[in-house]
């Protein structure tokens, strides 16, 4: 039986409906019987039923719709079989095109395609000429295939992140995709297409990220060429562990037989911890073997960052660093490590509550150079805030505890000297372990020393009024005294050889305590002056000076009186003294401070005030030298003109003149001339920037992801990014037409007699020569050296899919070029990735773009 019902008015939908209830749900709870829920459809031109003895359908014609459950299937036609509750859905081909093209949506997955058929039972389906987007990433496929697990097969696969689908700049292609869930796509043999051209980049198999969201999976190698020869390197696996955690396991061969693996784990809980651990080891073969060169190198690094938060009022931080020199020369690609001179660690653990806190720390400080290790095991501090002795009187306690090792090393030739050269293999962890092994390679007696430092500060601020000469002038007062007192486990003694050819240095093993004092007293206030100003749109400017007068008192502890020092008499037949512990302090002072500080204000007529300068002075006369006793005129000026030019200005001047040798003298440098005094050193800065209106939209450079961040960890959700390419800028972006900045510095320094002066101009810029061209540079000019300073000139251009970018040192030092070419997309910026030569530490590029 055929029924035709043409109802392209709303107001017939009623007829519809009932035609279905009479005659499509009898048929469907006949047959079927296995739908769960009702079935939903609709459609604007008719509704066709055909109820014949060997086929029950129904077709839906003009914008139709089926919705059952979390399906939905719309299509200029839609066919209903009812025997196998099975849907199949086709669009209308007109002069413009397919319109009304099927489209079925499911779990909030879409694919649209030329055909289309759904199974409602087993809830699978067959899509012909499918297309879908998953989120930046878009599949073209000739035919698919969905289950009831939302696993898809897919045949004659394109998967690209271009929004043209039909000829997409990129794409990778394979015979056979199979995407499981929503992370992963995996496909059989797989190549990559420029265009609709084939390019020889051809893989056995491929797994092709659909999502940008911290996942399992493999991690895309680098490849280069270097003293060891070709290498694939950094390809691995990484592990999204939990919300909490995540795991990288990286490794790296080359031709010549060496080889490299590093582990990386990260770790975070909001509000509580966060830190990351890593560990490399690498074997690095030199030559062939039986060639007198040839060697093998074994050489790891540790690194460990941990900040943790305990309860309320504690926290405990590391900072790990145990490379070896040669790791941070030959294995690391970060250019920092490669041009590292020292190593640091820290442990701490703080305390606080109320107004102390206490903390313990262990620290090391390693210099690659000489070999030297100072190490402080362990640090303590406690501080206690100011606590209030009487209304205006306060007073703080400050401890710190130290335990120090230094290890300095003798030279080669100072241990072969001494007839040991054996400990020249002596290691810092072999003297820490070791006294005997210490004094070996030191010449030191004690490894260890031990001060304990006490200091009390005591002020009573308090304010005047009025003076009698100046008025109602607000003066404010601050005396202060300061205690310390240091304890020791040791001091020095020295003592003359028996021959008298030298004096040598021992330790006597007794507790001493150094204690010193010293006071001052400071005194402050603020007036102001207004005068009237008819110039340039103003009303009146404000002169606010800040004047600072004060005086500091300490006497000479290396005096003998204090008991602080000894005498020794050297191989000159005369007597000195020295200090039997670090730390006392020689001369006597009774200094007198001042400074003042001036800032100028201007009021425009419209009321808005504006700072037109700031100009300050600062010096100190020490009524306890024997000569000299004026200290160097220190002058500072700082302003802004128009809002957009910045200058800073820096000027020392000398009391006293010079003699003819160059050499101070006593006689005084104020002249008619030079009423400041000698000058002895001036620096002037000029600099500004200047940017155009942000364009539409948000475009930045696009940069590869990174692993370890030195110092802390930089996100475990797996989105940081770092920049390791050398052509890299976190400040570029497309949508800034043009920007610059400029800055001139002119300095004179005068040392003695010779004048020494410096004048550098220095540029940058970059600009856009089309909305998607854009050029970037940065160069300046030593005036005084007539010559170019290194010049870094840079080219980038912004495709629809790709970002490219070129940098170039055309002379210089680091002479250099680099070309780098990358998809924007975050699934495979770093798998497709061109870069020559390859971006690393000897390149150098700099960082325009």
Same mark, same amino acid.
């Given at each position: 039986?055929?029924?035709?019902?043409?109802?392209?008015?709303?107001?017939?939908?009623?007829?519809?409906?009932?035609?279905?209830?009479?005659?499509?749900? %009898?048929?469907?709870?006949?047959?079927?019987?296995?739908?769960?829920?009702?079935?939903?459809?609709?459609?604007?031109?008719?509704?066709?039923?055909?109820?014949?003895?060997? $086929?029950?359908?129904?077709?839906?014609?003009?914008?139709?719709?089926?919705?059952?459950?979390?399906?939905?299937?719309?299509?200029?036609?839609?066919?209903?079989?009812?025997?196998?509750?099975?849907?199949?859905?086709?669009?209308?081909?007109?002069?413009?095109?397919?319109?009304?093209?099927?489209? /079925?949506?499911?779990?909030?997955?879409?694919?649209?395609?030329?055909?289309?058929? *759904?199974?409602?039972?087993?809830?699978?389906?067959?899509?012909?000429?499918?297309?879908?987007?998953?989120?930046?990433?878009?599949?073209?496929?000739?035919?698919?295939?969905?289950?009831?697990?939302?696993?898809? *097969?897919?045949?004659?696969?394109?998967?690209? &992140?271009?929004?043209?689908?039909?000829?997409?700049?990129?794409?990778?292609?394979?015979?056979?995709?199979?995407?499981?869930?929503?992370?992963?796509?995996?496909?059989?043999?797989?190549?990559?297409?420029?265009?609709?051209?084939?390019?020889?980049?051809?893989?056995?198999?491929?797994?092709?990220?659909?999502?940008?969201?911290?996942?399992?999976?493999?991690?895309?190698?680098?490849?280069?060429?270097?003293?060891?020869?070709?290498?694939?390197?950094?390809?691995?696996?990484?592990?999204?562990?939990?919300? !909490?955690?995540?795991?990288?396991?990286? $490794?790296?061969?080359?031709?010549?037989?060496?080889?490299?693996?590093?582990?990386?784990?990260?770790?975070?809980?909001?509000?509580?911890?966060?830190?990351?651990?890593?560990?490399?080891?690498?074997?690095?073969?030199?030559?062939?073997?039986?060639?007198?060169?040839?060697?093998?190198?074994? &050489?790891?690094?540790?690194?460990?960052?941990?900040?943790?938060?305990?309860?309320?009022?504690?926290?405990?931080?590391?900072?790990?660093?145990?490379?070896?020199?040669?790791?941070?020369?030959?294995?690391?690609?970060?250019?920092?490590?490669?041009?590292?001179?020292?190593?640091?660690?820290?442990?701490?653990?703080?305390?606080?509550?109320?107004?102390?806190?206490?903390?313990?720390?262990?620290?090391?400080?390693?210099?690659?150079?000489?070999?030297?290790?100072?190490?402080?095991?362990?640090?303590?501090?406690?501080?206690?805030?100011?606590?209030?002795?009487?209304?205006?009187?306060?007073?703080?306690?400050?401890?710190?505890?130290?335990?120090?090792?230094? !290890?300095?090393?003798?030279?080669?030739?100072?241990?072969?000297?001494?007839?040991?050269?054996?400990? #020249?293999?002596?290691?810092?962890?072999?003297?820490?372990?070791?006294?005997?092994?210490?004094?070996?390679?030191?010449?030191?007696?004690?490894?260890?020393?031990?001060?304990?430092?006490?200091?009390?500060?005591?002020?009573?601020?308090?304010?005047?009024?009025?003076?009698?000469?100046?008025?109602?002038?607000?003066?404010?007062?601050?005396?202060?005294?300061?205690? &310390?007192?240091?304890? *020791?486990?040791?001091?020095?003694?020295?003592?003359?050889?028996?021959?008298?050819?030298?004096?040598?240095?021992?330790?006597?093993?007794?507790?001493?305590?150094?204690?010193?004092?010293?006071?001052?007293?400071?005194?402050?206030?603020?007036?102001?002056?207004?005068?009237?100003?008819?110039?340039?749109?103003?009303?009146?400017?404000?002169?606010?000076?800040?004047?600072?007068?004060?005086?500091?008192?300490?006497?000479?502890?290396?005096?003998?009186?204090?008991?602080?020092?000894?005498?020794?008499?050297?191989?000159?037949?005369?007597?000195?003294?020295?200090?039997?512990?670090?730390?006392?302090?020689?001369?006597?002072?009774?200094?007198?401070? *001042?400074?003042?500080?001036? &800032?100028?204000?201007?009021?425009?007529?419209?009321?808005?005030?504006?700072?037109?300068?700031?100009?300050?002075?600062?010096?100190?006369?020490?009524?306890?030298?024997?000569?000299?006793?004026?200290?160097?005129?220190?002058?500072?000026?700082? $302003?802004?003109?128009?809002?957009?030019?910045?200058?800073? #200005?820096?000027?020392?001047?000398?009391?006293?003149?010079?003699?003819?040798?160059?050499?101070?003298?006593?006689?005084?440098?104020?002249?008619?001339?030079?009423?400041?005094?000698?000058?002895?050193?001036?620096?002037?800065?000029?600099?500004?920037?200047?940017?155009?209106?942000?364009?539409?939209?948000?475009?930045?450079?696009?940069?590869?992801?990174?692993?370890?961040? %030195?110092?802390?960890?930089?996100?475990?959700?797996?989105?940081?990014? /770092?920049?390791?390419?050398?052509?890299?800028?976190?400040?570029?972006?497309?949508? /800034? %037409?043009?920007?610059?900045?400029?800055?001139?510095?002119?300095?004179?320094?005068?040392?003695?007699?010779?004048?020494?002066?410096?004048?550098?101009?220095?540029?940058?810029?970059?600009?856009?020569?089309?909305?998607?061209?854009?050029?970037?540079?940065?160069?300046?000019?030593?005036?005084?050296?007539?010559?170019?300073?290194?010049?870094?000139? #840079?080219?980038?251009?912004?495709?629809?899919?790709?970002?490219?970018?070129?940098?170039?040192? %055309?002379?210089?030092?680091?002479?250099?070029?680099?070309?780098?070419?990358?998809?924007?997309?975050?699934?495979?910026?770093?798998?497709?990735? /061109?870069?020559?030569?390859?971006?690393?530490?000897?390149?150098?590029?700099?960082?325009?773009?």
């Amino acid at each position: 039986m055929w029924t035709n019902v043409a109802d392209p008015v709303c107001s017939r939908f009623l007829l519809i409906t009932a035609i279905v209830l009479l005659f499509v749900r %009898p048929a469907l709870s006949q047959e079927a019987g296995t739908l769960t829920r009702p079935v939903e459809f609709v459609a604007s031109d008719s509704l066709i039923i055909r109820l014949a003895a060997s $086929t029950r359908t129904a077709s839906l014609v003009g914008d139709a719709s089926v919705v059952y459950e979390d399906v939905r299937l719309s299509a200029w036609t839609i066919d209903i079989l009812f025997d196998v509750d099975e849907l199949q859905a086709r669009g209308l081909r007109a002069d413009s095109g397919l319109a009304g093209r099927p489209t /079925i949506i499911q779990a909030g997955e879409e694919f649209s395609g030329t055909s289309l058929a *759904f199974n409602l039972n087993t809830r699978r389906g067959r899509i012909v000429g499918a297309e879908t987007q998953i989120e930046d990433g878009f599949i073209r496929a000739g035919v698919v295939k969905a289950i009831e697990d939302s696993t898809l *097969f897919i045949r004659d696969g394109v998967y690209t &992140t271009c929004n043209c689908t039909e000829n997409p700049s990129y794409s990778l292609r394979s015979k056979k995709m199979k995407m499981v869930g929503d992370d992963w796509i995996y496909t059989g043999p797989i190549q990559l297409f420029l265009f609709n051209i084939p390019t020889p980049l051809w893989l056995p198999f491929g797994f092709l990220p659909a999502r940008d969201t911290r996942r399992s999976g493999p991690l895309p190698p680098t490849y280069g060429e270097d003293e060891f020869g070709f290498y694939l390197r950094d390809f691995g696996w990484y592990f999204a562990m939990n919300e !909490f955690m995540d795991l990288q396991l990286q $490794t790296g061969f080359w031709t010549q037989g060496s080889w490299e693996t590093r582990g990386l784990y990260r770790y975070r809980k909001r509000y509580a911890f966060d830190g990351q651990l890593q560990m490399d080891y690498a074997r690095f073969r030199n030559g062939v073997r039986g060639d007198p060169l040839f060697a093998i190198r074994q &050489t790891s690094a540790f690194r460990w960052t941990h900040n943790q938060t305990i309860g309320q009022t504690a926290s405990f931080n590391s900072n790990v660093n145990l490379s070896s020199t040669s790791f941070l020369r030959a294995v690391s690609q970060q250019y920092d490590d490669r041009v590292r001179q020292d190593l640091q660690s820290s442990l701490r653990y703080s305390q606080r509550w109320n107004s102390r806190s206490v903390s313990v720390q262990a620290s090391q400080r390693q210099s690659l150079a000489n070999g030297q290790v100072n190490m402080v095991l362990p640090s303590l501090r406690f501080s206690q805030n100011n606590v209030k002795l009487l209304s205006t009187v306060t007073t703080s306690y400050t401890l710190n505890v130290d335990n120090r090792f230094d !290890f300095a090393p003798l030279s080669d030739a100072q241990l072969e000297a001494a007839g040991d050269p054996s400990a #020249a293999d002596i290691s810092w962890w072999d003297a820490l372990r070791s006294p005997s092994d210490f004094r070996r390679a030191t010449g030191d007696e004690d490894p260890f020393s031990f001060r304990a430092s006490h200091r009390i500060p005591v002020s009573a601020p308090f304010s005047i009024e009025s003076l009698p000469v100046l008025g109602n002038v607000r003066l404010n007062m601050s005396p202060s005294v300061t205690y &310390t007192e240091d304890w *020791f486990l040791r001091t020095e003694e020295r003592t003359l050889a028996v021959d008298s050819s030298a004096v040598l240095t021992s330790s006597r093993d007794e507790f001493f305590a150094l204690r010193q004092f010293s006071s001052s007293v400071n005194s402050s206030t603020v007036f102001y002056g207004q005068f009237p100003a008819r110039f340039a749109g103003l009303s009146r400017i404000r002169h606010t000076v800040r004047p600072n007068v004060g005086f500091a008192y300490r006497p000479d502890f290396f005096d003998e009186r204090w008991g602080y020092t000894r005498s020794v008499t050297n191989p000159s037949g005369e007597e000195t003294q020295f200090a039997v512990v670090p730390g006392v302090s020689r001369g006597e002072q009774r200094a007198m401070t *001042f400074s003042v500080n001036n &800032t100028f204000e201007a009021k425009k007529r419209t009321d808005d005030i504006v700072k037109l300068f700031d100009l300050s002075a600062a010096s100190s006369y020490n009524f306890a030298a024997d000569s000299l006793k004026l200290a160097d005129l220190r002058l500072t000026a700082r $302003t802004r003109i128009a809002g957009k030019v910045d200058v800073d #200005a820096r000027g020392t001047f000398s009391p006293y003149d010079l003699s003819p040798g160059g050499a101070l003298t006593r006689s005084s440098a104020f002249t008619a001339t030079t009423p400041l005094g000698r000058l002895t050193s001036a620096n002037i800065t000029v600099r500004t920037s200047l940017r155009s209106r942000t364009g539409a939209g948000n475009r930045p450079m696009t940069a590869p992801r990174g692993g370890f961040v %030195p110092g802390g960890l930089a996100d475990p959700t797996g989105s940081a990014q /770092i920049l390791q390419s050398s052509l890299r800028s976190p400040n570029t972006d497309f949508s /800034i %037409p043009w920007s610059t900045s400029i800055d001139f510095t002119y300095g004179i320094t005068k040392p003695g007699l010779a004048t020494i002066r410096r004048a550098i101009l220095n540029t940058s810029f970059d600009f856009s020569l089309t909305p998607n061209w854009k050029v970037a540079g940065r160069t300046g000019y030593d005036i005084e050296q007539r010559e170019l300073v290194t010049t870094n000139i #840079a080219l980038a251009h912004d495709f629809d899919c790709w970002q490219m970018s070129f940098n170039w040192i %055309p002379f210089g030092s680091f002479q250099s070029w680099g070309f780098d070419l990358h998809v924007k997309s975050g699934h495979l910026r770093d798998l497709l990735r /061109i870069r020559q030569p390859k971006s690393d530490i000897n390149d150098r590029f700099g960082s325009l773009l």
